[in-house]
């Protein structure tokens, strides 16, 4: 019986766990404002007509009609291919997609952005946590207040929240998330290995008692699994919470967890 047993594919499993915590936004809003005019779009980047166009590039395109526009606005009905007007929008591709259910993706002509730190949500703010100022989300992406009318949107993956009119979003409360992966081995003990013992309670003298190894009730316990590289280098150690004795019989199997 060789002292390694080398594990194969079927003898590891890595789950994903998400794991949720509460969190707290009360920084500054940023006001989008649609301006239709050129001199507007070529100021600095923090004007409010290029971040209100922006919205509507990444999150509304797909839901909104050219007749939005008014007439002699720098992007209308005479900058958009035929087969665009035909299906009612500017864009079929939504890369903030919320999910199967209904909900309503309207920008108005001025609203308040909030776009939170990654650090803060991590992978993505949790569905119907999302609370403020007289509004709470849907788990679909609406922003609606008490009366349930949808006043702005959240993208959930992005951290952004979008509220139509003058009404600031104040203090926000959401549950962020974020991924680990739970690794299992599964270390199995079959019947004919690992039936020896290290204890020195073992031994007559410098050798082995043979009234106790020779016993057909003779079988070692198990306090500790070493997990080992393919250089037989110790990588894990696991401590099992009490002794634990082999079956004679029928594998014995332990499984040992990893959180990362």
Known sequence: MG???KLTGADVRVTPIRVKYNKTSSSADITAAYNNTRAELLKNSNNTAILHKSLLQLYY??????????????VNK???LNSQISDGGFSRYDPSFQGSGTYSRTLGV???VRSLDKRDFGNSIVPGTVSGSGFTDDKVGNLKDSGGDVVGNVFYDQGI???????????????GSYTIYATQYKCTADPHEFNYTLNPSILSGSEYDSSIVESADFM??????GLYNENQELMMVAKLARPVKLNPYVSTNFIVRLDR
């Open 3 to 5: 002292v390694f047993k």
């Open 61 to 74: 395109g797909a839901f909104f009609d050219y007749n939005w526009f008014p007439t002699g606005s720098v």
């Open 78 to 80: 005479t900058h958009i």
């Open 110 to 112: 001025s609203a308040k």
């Open 161 to 175: 929240l979008v509220r139509n009119g003058s009404d600031a979003l104040g203090t926000v409360e959401y549950q």
């Open 220 to 225: 070692p316990y198990v306090t500790t699994i």
